[in-house]
Each structure stands twice: as C-alpha cells, then as structure tokens.
C-alpha cells in the first residue's frame, strides 16, 4: 500500500509554482516595437557641444595650474 504525505505534495505543488511564476516573470507577456537606442538619447550635435565644454575647462583648468606654480 503507497501512502504519500499530503503536506509534502501541496510543498512541492507550491514550491514548482512559485518556480513557475518567477521564471514566467522573467519574460514580455505582449511584442514591445518601442526600441530605445544610445544615439536617440542625446543628440550627436549636444554631445559635440558638451566634449567641447569639457575641454575648454580642462584647459582653462591646466592654465591656471600653470600659473600657479
């Protein structure tokens, strides 16, 4: 005669659906189109203008290093 204890199936039952879920979690339920890129971010022209803000107070910075010693 095969006796199982039932508290162990219903642990095992929980433990395999919270698996489940979590796994399941891990995936898009719907097709998301929306594909955001780096470059659509910040335009190319703001981030040329940026690098050029940076350098010419990296180099206001050093001149004034410079005078300093």
């Known amino acids: ?15 395999l659906s919270i698996c489940l879920l ?3 979690s891990c995936y898009t339920i719907h097709d998301d189109t929306t594909v955001y890129k780096p470059d659509n971010l910040i335009e ?3 981030i040329i203008l940026i690098l050029a803000d940076v350098e010419v107070a990296e180099s206001a910075l ?8």
Not at 1 to 15: A, G, H, S
């Open 1 to 15: 005669m095969l006796v199982t204890d039932p508290y162990r199936l219903i642990k095992k039952l929980l433990l």
């Open 22 to 24: 979590l796994i399941s």
């Open 44 to 46: 190319k022209d703001t």
């Open 62 to 69: 050093r001149q004034k290093q410079n005078l300093g010693h």
